[in-house]
């Protein structure tokens, strides 16, 4: 099959795992701002960012390793498996020791258990579900997406609504969730059979870990960014307030959804297609296209910010509309971040992802003990759109030694002023905000919307 018709058949396949994933889950906002208070959403945005810190650390984030290596045809996918398994098992025995560490963290002590068990049940699915694509089982791994958001919702509701467990039952019904996938994948897949130890070839597994390993620390830098601003917030202002700075994290989701229909399948063309004639032309075209439907969708979350807000959310939560647009900025060039992360990927640069990452988790430390005494919630948005606006610069010269992208950076900046535009009018003005928002909106779909056509009329045209 021609990359390009790959590549739109695999996303078209992962659409409907991440569609579910995200929407149907977002849709649960309604249900957590009204059994969950302000203060309530503020711990479980300390308890969730903090095991999703912990979980690369333990499992040494070894299911990179597992989707670059699993996709090698020279590999063994047993040799790949196998790995897999050691590594989290032999991370999670060394987490288990450091549970008088966790007691001592206040605020989240008394859900360490909770927490325990999150961390394990998303290695397992992480393990299973990563090696699944891996082997190409596309439409397995979507369907694995859509069965996991029906037993997320199913859970909530009995945990929160029937048993009225408030944080608890908020985070049981992904641990949950994940286990029961991970056990569904592991049956189906047959994945049994790729477990041998003996014989296991450990070269592979000393080249997964090398490969893994400077992306750990990547990890914990990328952690910084995107969540160490959920702890000042706490710390520097209130609960409350990150609360508020919660439920705004959610809205940008929403371009992530758009993304992630994307990338998993372009991961494994990036992959699949490296060594092929065109590979430079391939890349180009992808990310022009993909840049242009990420700002339309961005321009779209701003303009619709407050709306989306008083639909989804209680009355409790609705002024953290004011915290979306900054964050719907940052969520933009996370995904563009992402899509250049995949040409490290690729050429197994992880130092090179590990140093870019590095430079945008200091600049938002530096900028968030800054800017918050100054802007209050605002000066974590702001900072955390700077961070990832400079990773993305950083990304988009480095790369070049490695594949020449060849994009309008005119237009980039063009889309970014767009952006901005919109974000300084939303949360200044009170009244014939709508008009102007609706006009910018419009001027940035107009702006993308031939290139995205153009390439993707280039896409279903090959043969």
């Not at 995904?335 to 130092?351: D, P, Q, R």
């Amino acid at each position: 099959m021609d990359k390009y018709k790959k590549l739109i058949s695999n996303t078209f396949i992962f659409a409907i795992g991440t569609f579910s994933s995200k929407v149907l889950v977002f849709l649960l906002m309604p249900l957590y701002t009204r059994v969950l208070t302000t203060g309530d959403m503020g711990i479980v945005d300390l308890i969730v960012p903090t095991a999703n810190l912990i979980i690369p650390i333990v499992s040494v984030g070894i299911s990179n390793g597992i989707i670059r290596f699993g996709l090698d045809r020279s590999v063994r996918k047993s040799d790949v498996f196998s790995t897999g398994i050691i590594t989290v098992a032999g991370g999670y025995l060394l987490f288990l020791l450091l549970r008088p560490l966790l007691l001592k963290i206040p605020i989240i002590s008394e859900y360490s258990l909770l927490i325990y068990l999150y961390v394990l049940t998303s290695c397992l699915r992480s393990l299973c579900s990563q090696f699944v694509r891996a082997k190409e089982y596309v439409k397995l791994y979507a369907f694995d997406g859509v069965l996991s958001t029906i037993m997320v919702i199913l859970f909530n509701i009995l945990f929160l609504v029937v048993f009225k467990l408030g944080i608890t039952g908020y985070v049981l019904a992904t641990i949950l969730s994940d286990l029961f996938s991970s056990v569904f994948l592991f049956t189906i897949a047959s994945l049994g059979k790729y477990i041998r130890f003996r014989g296991l070839d450990w070269q592979v597994f000393g080249s997964m870990l090398k490969f893994c390993l400077p992306l750990l620390p990547t990890t914990i830098f990328w952690w910084i960014t995107n969540a160490s601003d959920r702890y000042l917030v706490t710390f520097m202002i209130n609960e409350q307030a990150n609360g508020l700075l919660g439920i705004a994290y959610k809205i940008p989701t929403m371009i992530i959804l758009v993304s992630g229909i994307f990338s998993d399948a372009w991961q494994m063309s990036a992959i699949t297609e490296s060594e092929r004639p065109g590979q430079e032309s391939f890349f180009s075209n992808v990310f022009n296209a993909y840049q242009s439907m990420i700002f339309i969708a961005a321009s779209g979350l701003i303009l619709f910010c407050k709306l989306i807000t008083k639909i989804f959310a209680s009355p409790a939560f609705y002024e953290s509309w004011q915290y979306m647009p900054f964050l719907i900025m940052a969520t933009t060039f996370s995904c563009f971040v992402t899509f250049l992360g995949s040409i490290y990927m690729v050429e197994k640069k992880s130092m090179l992802t590990l140093m870019t990452t590095a430079a945008g988790a200091v600049i938002n430390i530096v900028l968030n003990f800054m800017l918050i005494p100054l802007w209050g919630v605002n000066g974590a948005t702001f900072a955390s759109f700077i961070s990832y606006f400079v990773v993305f610069c950083l990304r988009a010269l480095n790369t070049r030694r490695f594949i020449k992208l060849h994009w309008n950076v005119p237009k980039v900046a063009f889309n970014l002023l767009i952006l901005l535009t919109q974000t300084l009018v939303i949360l200044n003005l009170e009244t014939g905000w709508v008009w102007i928002e609706a006009l910018l909106c419009l001027f940035m779909i107009a702006v993308n919307f031939k290139m995205l056509l153009l390439n993707l009329r280039r896409f279903l045209s090959r043969r």
